[in-house]
């Protein structure tokens, strides 16, 4: 991070620095005097173009045309808009197939919907956070309106097989919604060879503001909006944030440039973390260590100390880390998806993630590696 020099920040899964490049998209827009994007007058025709700009570098990241691409205010409202517009779409299917894993906010939404009389099945994930596709074939039925499943998991970095995945859907004729929040940037994503139908992606995630994302709807599929009016072509009702939606398409635009480049230097980073720490504690263990991982994540678990004291005192010495999903971390229950992946609820409470990304340094981990022992130390003499 540039701004606060002593902060060592290593929650890139929570929210990703904003990059300089998207600030200046962002106040360049807003310096600009645009209007609102659906005025007809000149202000908001500069609006427009902004738009049209972002539209298409978001597009490109994905490997969509323009049409496919919905502005929204993030992943959370993606999600949501994918899902119960699958369900409006088949009103005689009440039936959703997503992971155990998922993130909250496709989870508590499938929990509220499981209120209504929806059904789901959850896929379990083995020891190490992976899927069994097998399962997902079994699981899709007649009555089954979407499958819902996330590419890579925000608390191990775990990924599953959206191809195969994919493939299985379009072999039911079953629509498939990705939640691609944690694989955008990250790994390389082309709708045209990965064939999902809806794909969520959120801004702060790709180094752009929180508040913005978009959700890629496949050409045909006449989704329902969640929020109604005209504006996204009556997809996605609400006057544009157009200051985030140009960040978000130069965040695209940097991603698509260093997704290939900037993920050997992440894991050199995230690697040089994890080994680094495995060699200094021999009770660490990495929680889907076994598995295909996105190149940012670790998580770690630390023998059997308390996850959330050794996060106050690195949070003390400037590091920032997580327990969890950020939307999650400070409630009492143990992380879901490490109790999927078979770990006791105190295996659970013991484990960290550290997320690196495009701003970490060789010397930021190295800092880490000189500091933990210290803590890790005191954490014992606490605990005896
Ligand atoms: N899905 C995943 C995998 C995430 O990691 C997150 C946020 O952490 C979300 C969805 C929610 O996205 P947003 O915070 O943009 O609503």
């Given at each position: 991070?540039?701004?606060?020099?002593?902060?060592?920040?290593?929650?890139?899964?929570?929210?990703?620095?904003?990059?300089?490049?998207?600030?200046?998209?962002?106040?360049?827009c807003m310096r600009w005097g645009i209007g609102n994007a659906s005025s007809k007058h000149h202000a908001g025709e500069r609006a427009k173009y902004f738009?049209?700009?972002?539209?298409?570098?978001?597009?490109?990241?994905?490997?969509?045309?323009?049409?496919?691409?919905?502005?929204?205010?993030?992943?959370?409202?993606?999600?949501?808009?994918?899902?119960?517009?699958?369900?409006?779409?088949?009103?005689?299917?009440?039936?959703?197939?997503?992971?155990?894993?998922?993130?909250?906010?496709?989870?508590?939404?499938?929990?509220?919907?499981?209120?209504?009389?929806?059904?789901?099945?959850?896929?379990?994930?083995?020891?190490?956070?992976?899927?069994?596709?097998?399962?997902?074939?079994?699981?899709?039925?007649?009555?089954?309106?979407?499958?819902?499943?996330?590419?890579?998991?925000?608390?191990?970095?775990?990924?599953?097989?959206?191809?195969?995945?994919?493939?299985?859907?379009?072999?039911?004729?079953?629509?498939?919604?990705?939640?691609?929040?944690?694989?955008?940037?990250?790994?390389?994503?082309?709708?045209?060879?990965?064939?999902?139908?809806?794909?969520?992606?959120?801004?702060?995630?790709?180094?752009?503001?929180?508040?913005?994302?978009?959700?890629?709807?496949?050409?045909?599929?006449?989704?329902?909006?969640?929020?109604?009016?005209?504006?996204?072509?009556?997809?996605?009702?609400?006057?544009?944030?157009?200051?985030?939606?140009?960040?978000?398409?130069?965040?695209?635009?940097?991603?698509?440039?260093?997704?290939?480049?900037?993920?050997?230097?992440?894991?050199?980073?995230?690697?040089?973390?994890?080994?680094?720490?495995?060699?200094?504690?021999?009770?660490?263990?990495?929680?889907?260590?076994?598995?295909?991982?996105?190149?940012?994540?670790?998580?770690?678990?630390?023998?059997?100390?308390?996850?959330?004291?050794?996060?106050l005192k690195l949070d003390g010495a400037g590091i920032c880390a997580a327990q969890g999903a950020a939307c999650s971390a400070g409630g009492a229950e143990?992380?879901?998806?490490?109790?999927?992946?078979?770990?006791?609820?105190?295996?659970?409470?013991?484990?960290?993630?550290?997320?690196?990304?495009?701003?970490?340094?060789?010397?930021?981990i190295d800092t880490v590696l000189e500091i933990l022992p210290q803590i890790v130390a005191s954490l014992v003499a606490d605990a005896a």
């Amino acid at each position: 991070m540039t701004e606060q020099k002593n902060t060592i920040y290593l929650d890139y899964n929570a929210l990703a620095p904003i990059a300089p490049e998207c600030m200046d998209a962002a106040l360049e827009c807003m310096r600009w005097g645009i209007g609102n994007a659906s005025s007809k007058h000149h202000a908001g025709e500069r609006a427009k173009y902004f738009m049209i700009e972002a539209r298409a570098q978001v597009a490109a990241l994905l490997g969509a045309q323009t049409a496919e691409i919905v502005f929204t205010s993030g992943g959370t409202e993606s999600i949501h808009t994918a899902i119960y517009g699958a369900l409006a779409l088949a009103p005689h299917k009440r039936h959703l197939v997503t992971s155990r894993v998922e993130h909250p906010a496709t989870l508590q939404l499938l929990k509220h919907l499981e209120a209504q009389g929806t059904r789901v099945t959850y896929l379990p994930v083995d020891t190490q956070g992976r899927i069994d596709v097998r399962q997902l074939q079994q699981a899709i039925t007649p009555d089954t309106a979407l499958v819902s499943l996330m590419w890579a998991n925000n608390e191990t970095g775990v990924v599953f097989p959206i191809a195969e995945i994919a493939a299985i859907c379009n072999a039911h004729k079953v629509l498939l919604h990705c939640d691609a929040v944690q694989a955008a940037g990250k790994l390389p994503i082309n709708v045209q060879q990965v064939k999902v139908d809806l794909l969520s992606v959120s801004g702060h995630k790709l180094h752009a503001p929180p508040g913005i994302g978009a959700l890629f709807v496949r050409k045909g599929l006449k989704l329902p909006p969640l929020l109604f009016g005209q504006q996204e072509r009556a997809r996605r009702g609400g006057t544009a944030n157009v200051p985030g939606i140009a960040a978000l398409g130069v965040a695209c635009l940097l991603a698509f440039d260093t997704v290939p480049l900037g993920v050997t230097q992440i894991a050199e980073r995230r690697d040089r973390l994890e080994r680094g720490i495995v060699a200094r504690f021999p009770f660490a263990r990495v929680n889907g260590g076994a598995a295909e991982r996105v190149a940012n994540t670790t998580n770690i678990r630390f023998g059997e100390l308390d996850a959330e004291a050794l996060l106050l005192k690195l949070d003390g010495a400037g590091i920032c880390a997580a327990q969890g999903a950020a939307c999650s971390a400070g409630g009492a229950e143990p992380s879901h998806v490490l109790t999927a992946m078979g770990l006791d609820a105190q295996a659970a409470q013991a484990s960290i993630r550290f997320s690196v990304g495009r701003y970490t340094r060789n010397d930021e981990i190295d800092t880490v590696l000189e500091i933990l022992p210290q803590i890790v130390a005191s954490l014992v003499a606490d605990a005896a």
